[in-house]
């Protein structure tokens, strides 16, 4: 039996057994490394010498709070799960994600340096976490969570919540109620929320 918690899978035909499923999709550990590096390269973009932050700060809060939330729905519990010695940095990372939030929440010019930092530190700890999980855990089971964690983003909120439950089950069921209100606001003030709505979106 699987030491990372997954979630059901979907119905497949009778002639399938669980055993033998393979499930479409991507693996949890390639989306976040790539959005590790979207985000990187975003905050480089904004901080560096021709940088026009002003444009690219409600994307970059936006994708944040979608990413810290969803690692923290199925990421950080399957690391838990999967390599219960790691529950301490689980823990320091859960820690470092609501400072993250809390300094998001006030994203202007002049805060972004820190910002930058803090999603430096982000991008180095939960990476770790990463490389560690990929080499317990089954590539079906690397998919399943990548699926899971793919519908986590879409239903996130898009602005950070640092007093938002931080752990399952509680933020599973709290996240995407607050992510409702979210983008209720975004579209009444056609809020850019995505890469793709920057002039400029940044190269992973």
Do not use: C, F
């Not at 560096?48 to 700060?57: H, M, N, R, S, V």
């Not at 990421?75 to 609501?98: H, S, Y």
């Amino acid at each position: 039996m699987s030491a990372v918690p997954l979630p059901p899978l979907p119905p497949a035909p009778v002639s399938v057994s669980e055993e033998g499923y393979r499930p479409g999709g991507r693996s949890i550990a390639d989306i976040v490394d790539r959005e590790h590096r979207q985000l990187l390269a975003l905050v480089d973009q904004l901080t560096g010498p021709d940088a026009t932050p002003q444009e690219g700060l409600a994307v970059l809060t936006a994708a944040l709070s979608r990413h810290v939330s969803a690692e923290e729905q199925y990421l950080l519990p399957a690391v838990r799960a999967a390599l219960p010695a790691r529950a301490d940095r689980v823990d320091a990372e859960i820690d470092a994600d609501a400072a993250l939030l809390a300094a998001l929440k006030g994203l202007s010019d002049e805060t972004l340096t820190e910002v930058a930092e803090r999603v430096r530190r982000h991008v180095d700890g939960v990476g770790a976490l990463v490389v560690e999980l990929r080499a317990v855990a089954t590539s079906e089971e690397l998919i399943r969570l990548g699926n899971r964690l793919e519908i986590a983003e879409e239903a996130a909120p898009t602005r950070p919540h640092p007093g938002t439950p931080a752990t399952p089950p509680w933020n599973r069921i709290v996240e995407p109620a607050v992510g409702v209100v979210d983008k209720v606001r975004d579209a009444v003030t056609r809020r850019p929320t995505y890469l793709a709505d920057l002039p400029e979106p940044p190269r992973d």
